[in-house]
């Protein structure tokens, strides 16, 4: 499909808004003040937005491949550090998927190049989770099994991070949730073991 196509709906979904809402978007214009900060998998199947029907203003996003959080990764450290500290995010939601290819590229055994390096961390959680993944039956749930355990591993990741320490010393109110999303039935799970205070 030509990219043009892109350009000729996006005025159509414009003009559906503004039809619907005259206000639309001299609102969203004048600020955003999410609650949210979402850190995903770079996945075309998993559209924060869109899986969790909020609106453009709404969420704010960071997405890599596999959802990764290192804390020398300045890229994800300023996104946290901007939605914590200038936005105010009252959650950050780390968000996983069942099946997701980064993961299962980490226990492949081809080598891929760079992706191999970004996706290290996860032949460790393998290594050190190897008995309770190698009792599971299929590969598939091995691999969403790990899907789930990188979940854990990123919240914690993050909650660990120098910036999440500041913040919750100072008695600011963030909480870091760990979810999973399965592209077989669009449903989102709550892998609960949220850290930080609720708000
Ligand atoms: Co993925």
Not at 18 to 46: K, M, N, T
Not at 62 to 82: K, P
Not at 139 to 146: A, F, G, I, N, Y
């Amino acid at each position: 499909m030509n990219p043009s196509i892109l350009l000729e709906r996006n005025v159509a979904w414009a003009r559906e808004r503004l039809a619907a809402d005259p206000h639309y978007f001299s609102r969203l214009a004048a600020q955003q003040s999410p609650a949210y900060l979402w850190i995903g998998c770079s996945d075309s199947r998993v559209p924060a937005n869109v899986i969790t029907g909020l609106d453009p203003g709404e969420v704010f996003v960071h997405r890599n491949v596999a959802n990764m959080i290192y804390t020398a990764d300045i890229n994800c450290m300023s996104v946290v550090q901007f939605a914590v500290e200038t936005l105010k995010v009252r959650h950050i939601i780390v968000c996983g998927h069942y099946g997701c290819g980064g993961v299962t590229a980490a226990i492949d055994t081809e080598q891929l190049g760079l992706i191999d390096h970004w996706l290290e961390p996860i032949r460790e959680l393998e290594r050190t989770n190897g008995q309770e993944l190698n009792a599971l039956k299929s590969r598939t749930q091995m691999v969403d099994r790990l899907c789930e355990l990188n979940v854990l591993h990123q919240v914690l990741n993050l909650s660990n991070s120098p910036i999440l320490k500041r913040v919750w010393d100072a008695g600011q109110k963030v909480s870091v949730h760990g979810w999973i999303y399965s592209v077989a039935d669009g449903l989102l799970r709550d892998l609960n073991c949220t850290q930080g205070t609720m708000p």
